[in-house]
Nanobody, 123 residues
């Protein structure tokens, strides 16, 4: 499985970005997918996850109400719509495939990781 994250960039506070995670190789359509982020000097943290059907989602408290995770299994792609961005959202964002159908927040549940895409929010 190869995961390609894209869509990052520089945006002003209050702006929006949509990240994409495209999978190739073995499919991710029967697995959950998660987004994590890592800011400089900080540990990688959970952002959001979605079950293989798309019917169950989880969010970190810090992004709840601002970020929305979704997936299009026909395109083997998972999205992260990020609205009302804040400077503290600045990080490298990674997508990852879960070993579970309904993924959780623990990074140890994820076996394949994308290369990351940089999101920078200016104040």
């Amino acid at each position: 499985v190869q995961l390609q994250a894209s869509g990052g960039g520089l945006v002003q506070a209050g702006g929006s970005l949509r990240l994409s995670c495209a999978a190739s190789g073995r499919t991710v359509t029967t697995r959950g997918v998660g987004w994590f982020r890592q800011a400089p000097g900080k540990e990688r943290e959970f952002v959001a996850s979605i079950s293989w059907t798309g019917g169950t989602t989880y969010y970190a408290d810090s992004v709840k109400g601002r970020f929305t995770i979704s997936r299009d299994n026909a395109k083997n792609t998972v999205y992260l719509q990020m609205n009302s961005l804040k400077p503290e959202d600045t990080a490298v964002y990674y997508c990852a495939r879960s070993i579970r159908l309904v993924p959780g927040r623990d990074h140890e549940e994820y076996d394949y990781w994308g290369q990351g895409t940089q999101v920078t929010v200016s104040s």
